[in-house]
């Protein structure tokens, strides 16, 4: 089954113990801003149909738990740009991106689902549950602020400090 979707739409520190502090906390700041970047880059390339470039930039924020690189990674898989089609994953990391509640992101994630035969639902299902696990909002220290109304930016914020970085797909 294929579904068709139109939507107009890390860095881990290793420091040695005599470190001091401040420099700590400013090469943590420094990194987040960093993803924060390779972000947009990848937003940038995707938005431009240069999948190949934006893959590992898109992956590499997702998997920190940054939410619109999430969403998009789950329509690339949707759609098989770059990547293989697998609507269980694009499900997946759609409905992980939801848990920033952009009400178009929840409206589309539900669509999706509602398309999935049984089978797909449960196991995209399943594999959310380890999205949210791995790459969730707690479990990256994201937080985020819904839009006050449609289409205006999301407001994320990724906290400093070290957190696991899985690879889990």
């Known amino acids: 089954m294929q579904v068709s979707i139109t939507m107009s739409i890390w860095l881990a520190l290793t420091l040695s113990m005599s470190v001091p502090c401040a420099l700590f906390a400013q ?41 619109k690189a999430q969403y998009t990674l789950g329509l690339m898989y949707l759609k098989g740009e770059f990547v293989e089609q697998d609507l269980v994953k694009g499900a997946a990391w759609l409905g992980v991106s939801t848990e920033s509640r952009v009400e178009e992101w929840v409206d589309i994630f539900h669509t999706i689902t509602s398309a999935l035969d049984e089978t797909q639902r449960t196991a995209a299902r399943q594999k959310l549950g380890k999205y949210i696990e791995y790459y969730g909002m707690k479990a990256q220290g994201i937080s985020c602020r819904p839009p006050p109304r449609q289409h205006a930016e999301l407001d994320c914020t990724k906290a400093s400090g070290q957190y696991p970085l899985h690879d889990y797909q």
């Open 27 to 67: 090469e943590e700041k420094q990194s987040v801003v960093a993803l924060e970047e390779g972000e947009q880059r990848g937003l940038y390339y995707y938005s431009r149909a240069r999948f190949e470039d934006a893959y590992p930039l898109i992956w590499g924020a997702a998997r920190r738990g940054l939410k």
